[in-house]
């Protein structure tokens, strides 16, 4: 069975640091396309980062939606089969569930539409707060 599990969210103060996790069992990361959303009472689900699936030696593509940039980094743990999102800096902005989703794409594919990804996570939260 395909499954994602986030984990790493939390309670932090402005100008904070999380690292959240998105582990899969039953699939192998490497080949998947990975994005990471978020989502506020409220309002929609939104995409943060997504990274595409490896490519030899080009590595994966990488995006991250402008209100991140420079605070977020995605990155790939292979031997663990593990995706991390390592945000510094945060904002009460932040502060929503963010939920990792997978899709089988090649590379240098990875998109900030949900309905691109057929795999999700539960969700972890975050909250940005004094």
């Known amino acids: 069975q395909l499954q994602l599990v986030e984990s790493g969210g939390g309670l932090v103060q402005p100008g904070g640091s999380l690292t959240l996790a998105c582990a899969a069992s039953?699939?192998?990361?490497?080949?998947?396309?990975i994005g990471w959303f978020r989502q506020a009472p409220g309002k929609e689900r939104e995409g943060v980062s997504c990274?595409?699936?490896?490519?030899?030696?080009?590595?994966?593509?990488?995006k991250y939606v402008d209100s991140v940039k420079g605070r977020f980094t995605i990155s790939r743990d292979n031997a663990k089969n593990t995706v991390r999102l390592q945000m510094n800096s945060l904002k009460p902005e932040d502060t929503a569930v963010y939920y990792c989703?997978?899709?089988?794409?090649?590379?240098?594919?990875?998109?900030?539409?949900?309905?691109?990804?057929?795999?999700w996570g539960q969700g972890t939260q975050v909250t940005v707060s004094s």
């Open positions: 039953g699939f192998t990361l490497d080949s998947y396309a």
């Open positions: 989703a997978a899709v089988p794409r090649p590379y240098p594919w990875c998109s900030f539409r949900p309905n691109d990804y057929n795999y």
């Open positions: 990274i595409s699936s490896r490519s030899g030696s080009r590595g994966s593509l990488i």
